[in-house]
Structure formats: C-alpha cells, structure tokens
C-alpha cells in the first residue's frame, strides 16, 4: 500500500515553481536531502496541509486529502522547535496531543505518562519545559507523537540543534519505537545531515531547485551514485568506475 502520493504536485514560491510526484509506501523511512531552499520543508508543508498545492493530487493512504485540513490528515509532525507549551507540565505537553482540553482527564494523563517511560523520561511527567535540557524537550515532542498513534510521520529536522551523538540517539530511539510498533509508521525525514539517513532510512531523495532529482536506496546514492549534482552537493568526487 502506498501512504504517501503526491501526484504533479505544485507551488510556486518567489516566482519559483517547485514540482514533486512521489511515493512512499506503508511503513517506509524515506529521508530528503538537498541544499537549502531546495524545497525539503516545502514538500513537507504540502503533504501536511500546512500549504496548499496550486495544481496536482495529495494523497494518503489512498484518499485525496489535497483540500483537507491539517488536523483531519492522518500524520504527526516534529519540527526543530519542538513546540511545547511552557506553561504546561510534561505530562500535560503529551496528553494534549490527544485531549487538547484545558482540564485532562485521568486516562489522558496515564497514557501521557506511559509515552513519557517510553521515551526514556520515565518521573518527568511534572517537569515544565525550563527544566529540561534539548534532547529532553525533543523527547517529550516524541511522546506526544507516539501517544497519537498517526500512520504517517513527518520530521522536519527535529534533532537539528542535538550535537551529533545525541542526534544519532534520538533518531535510534525513533527506529526502536517503530520496530516494536504492531503498524509501523511511514516516515518522511528531512535533514541536512546525509549521515543520518545510514542505518535509518530506507530510501533517500535528493531535492534540487525545488524538483526531487533522485531517489533510491541509501548507500546507493550516498556511497556510489555519479550524479555530479548530488556529488557536489555532498562535497565529494564522482567514485571510480569499476574495472578502472
């Protein structure tokens, strides 16, 4: 089954016209590497909702969603800020994700406090962003994602500003979250870390001028691909061919 499809996909930014077909099927890592302004975080939007496409199809899990709403899509999203409230409790930040009431029942709380265990923060549920160092806020984002059970996932360079040894960590802990789902989630992972695409990701895209250039898998790409736009990109030569 296909999750994700988006078919002659467009938007148009600073007289700029950026195109995406694509599909990434149930249960796949895809990463999307690829300069800035490349149109990563654009195609992301789109499949969001959080952008509209002025021509072409979205669509997930086999519906057109192209004209739905963000909330009524089936996706969770991370980003690089890891948008909890910070007034709100741990605990609080995580239920919110599927009660988003002023006042949250006990259930709510129970399972916000079982995601929290999940991710490694077991005793931090009444912990208040401020008191949490970066890859402790990222975890909380990461539980609240979890505890919204969504089929698709969209990361959106969330372990950006983690030094490299916790941003390895964080994205293991996303790959030791999905093994052990019973659905695993179909994930879109943009970074400007190549690396990180190594022992995660099923299959990359390299996006260029607003256009998916290639696709295929990991190591292929990042280890002997002879695009030159891509080797540029990497800062690195075309690799030998073989025999020679």
Known sequence: MTAIELRGVTHRYEGVEMRFDLAVGAG????????????KSTLLDLVAGFLRPESGTVRLQGVDRTRDEPATRPISMMFQDNNLFAHLTAEENVAIGIEPRARLGRAARERARSALAEVGLEGFAKRRPSDMSGGERQRVALARVILRERPILLLDEPFAALGPALRAEMLALVASLRTRSPRPPTIVMVTHHPDDA???????????????????????????????????????????????
């Open 28 to 39: 796949e890592w895809l990463a999307l590497i690829g300069p800035s302004g490349a149109g």
């Open 198 to 244: 190594r022992g995660f990701a099923d299959r990359l895209a390299f996006l260029e001028d607003g256009h998916i250039r290639l696709t295929g898998p990991v190591a292929e790409l990042l280890d002997r691909s002879a695009d030159s736009r891509l080797r540029a990109y990497l800062g690195e030569r075309a690799p030998p061919r073989e025999g020679l």
